[in-house]
């Protein structure tokens, strides 16, 4: 084994043991301030400053975000995007500049300290081994969307090894629907080279987030959108946003 391969691995193994310090110091310390304070929309954002830049810090990566000044942020949006690394949420609550929940998968429930902050924020989760606990999801994600909160999910249901934007699943949308809010599509670029979806091997990188155009609920004669038809509207726009990311890298 070559001295730059033990480097790597050494180094590797110390952003591992980073990520892990670093996350359970910033929810310990986030959990305190809500306990005092009631604060939930507070320690999302810390979410943002406290914790997310900082593990991009330790990754010696670079965040560039496309398109935010063009969204009004008043609103609340139901965010999908695709997926390409455990790094993508760190991303996106960084690229959204409002308190940011997601969809979870329900293993995330049971993580040490990261569940437990997770429920205090608000956080949905969803058990894909169970469809009858489907129905309940989106009753619970169309209530916070109309409270006026955004939330981010990412519809191919599963992590991308090779970058390209797999099908996205309408039942999510069914939630925007419900509650009369746009959907807001995002894509990002470079979450899966600086922590690939296989292992714990981080390279440094810029990741780039594109927001696109907003995208409604409901035609113009107030009757609602069929939700596959959605779906599929979404996933093109956010493949074009891929496309032209590419064209422009090759330029």
Request: glycine share 8%; proline share 5%; charged share 20%.
């Amino acid at each position: 084994m070559s001295a730059g391969l033990i480097f790597k691995r050494v180094w590797n193994l110390a952003q591992f043991a980073f990520t892990l310090v670093y996350t359970f110091v910033c929810i310990g310390l986030v959990l305190i301030y809500h306990a005092i304070s009631g604060n939930t929309n507070g320690i999302l954002r810390a979410a943002s400053w406290l914790w997310a830049r900082e593990l991009f810090w330790g990754a010696r990566a670079k965040l560039v975000v496309a398109n935010a000044d063009a969204i009004d942020w008043s609103k609340s949006y139901l965010i999908v995007c695709n997926h390409a690394s455990v790094i993508d949420i760190p991303t996106m609550f960084q690229a959204v500049p409002v308190p940011l929940r997601f969809l979870l998968k329900e293993e995330m429930n049971r993580m040490p300290m990261v569940g437990l902050y997770a429920r205090r924020t608000g956080m949905l989760f969803i058990d894909r081994d169970n469809p009858r606990a489907a129905p309940k999801m989106l009753r619970d994600a169309a209530a916070m969307l109309q409270s006026g909160q955004s939330l981010c999910v990412f519809p191919e249901g599963t992590r991308s090894r090779t970058g390209e934007i797999g099908e996205f699943k309408s039942g999510p949308f069914e939630a925007a629907i419900k509650a009369g809010v746009e959907v807001l599509p995002a894509y990002m670029y470079g979450t899966g080279h600086v922590l690939p979806s296989d292992g714990f091997a981080v390279n440094s990188g810029t990741i780039r987030v594109y927001f696109g155009q907003p995208m409604p609920t409901r035609a113009a004669d107030g009757s609602k959108v069929d939700r596959n038809e959605l779906a599929r509207a979404a996933q093109t726009q956010v493949a074009n946003m891929r496309a032209s990311d590419a064209s422009d890298a090759s330029r």
